[in-house]
């Protein structure tokens, strides 16, 4: 029994994590910076703030609230604003981790309204319930079917494993790189897509295509001189941000 939810909480990390990792890239290259970038913190096709929060999904849409009597409409509305104050949380707490623990922003909704330390803001708490009522009404039943037939068979539990391996390598080889880079931030926020590009830009001559992954240019000889360059590079942008606000006035 043990052994099966532990087959169950591996198989949902590795589904969220891999599927987040598509939807993240979709949403770079069509909608928020327009061009393919390898999104999240690690280099390989997965985020596993998405894997945690698969978990959430998954825990909080098979609680049975309704033992405690309470109608179908009910116990609906509760799971439902549950997973959505949730999801907002677990996007808080990694915000503020990678903030506090790398000087390092993962994502920013600073021109939001109504945001919080520009890592959570209404509009996406919305998105995070539109994608609990989705999940709920169409994914958690097959979900629930795909657990319980993929844990009789250990070659899909041999394959979780090694997925599971693969994040492990990949968080401690990007957790390097971040630590690369905090300690010569001096305590300033680095904003990580904005040095991404910043990267590809720079190293692009390096590569007859912008490189995909730019931070694999990163290294111990030149991140100090890297990262003076990204903190210029955001000023100047900053400047030309704040006359062109001024010239439309």
Not at 142 to 163: D, E, H, R, S
Not at 214 to 242: C, P, Q, R, T, W
């Amino acid at each position: 029994m043990v052994m099966k939810i532990l087959v169950a909480i591996a198989t949902l990390f590795v589904i969220g994590s891999t599927l987040g990792y598509v939807i993240e890239l979709l949403f770079r290259r069509f909608v928020s910076q327009k061009r393919w970038v390898n999104p999240g913190f690690m280099v390989g096709p997965y985020i596993p703030l998405y894997g945690f929060g698969t978990m959430i999904l998954y825990g909080l849409s098979n609680v049975p609230l309704d033992q405690f009597g309470l109608p179908k409409w009910a116990v609906v509305l509760i799971t439902l604003l549950a997973i959505g104050i949730a999801l907002t949380l677990i996007e808080l707490v990694a915000g503020l981790i990678f903030i506090k623990g790398l000087h390092m922003k993962l994502w920013d909704y600073s021109d939001r309204w109504g945001n919080f330390k520009g890592l959570i803001c209404p509009l996406f708490s919305l998105i995070w319930f539109g994608v609990g009522v989705a999940y709920y009404f169409l994914l958690n039943p097959i979900l629930v079917k795909a657990l319980l037939f993929i844990a009789q068979y250990p070659i899909y539990v041999f394959f979780t494993g090694v997925v599971i391996g693969m994040i492990i390598v990949d968080f401690c080889y990007s957790l390097h790189l971040g630590l690369m880079i905090k300690r010569v931030s001096d305590k300033a926020t680095v904003k990580f897509d904005e040095l991404k590009e910043y990267l590809s830009d720079k190293f692009a001559h390096e590569d007859k295509k912008k490189p995909f992954y730019a931070l694999h240019f990163l290294s111990k000889d030149n991140v100090k001189e890297v990262i003076k360059g990204y903190y210029e590079k955001s000023k100047e942008n900053a400047l030309k941000l704040k006359n062109k606000i001024l010239r439309k006035k």
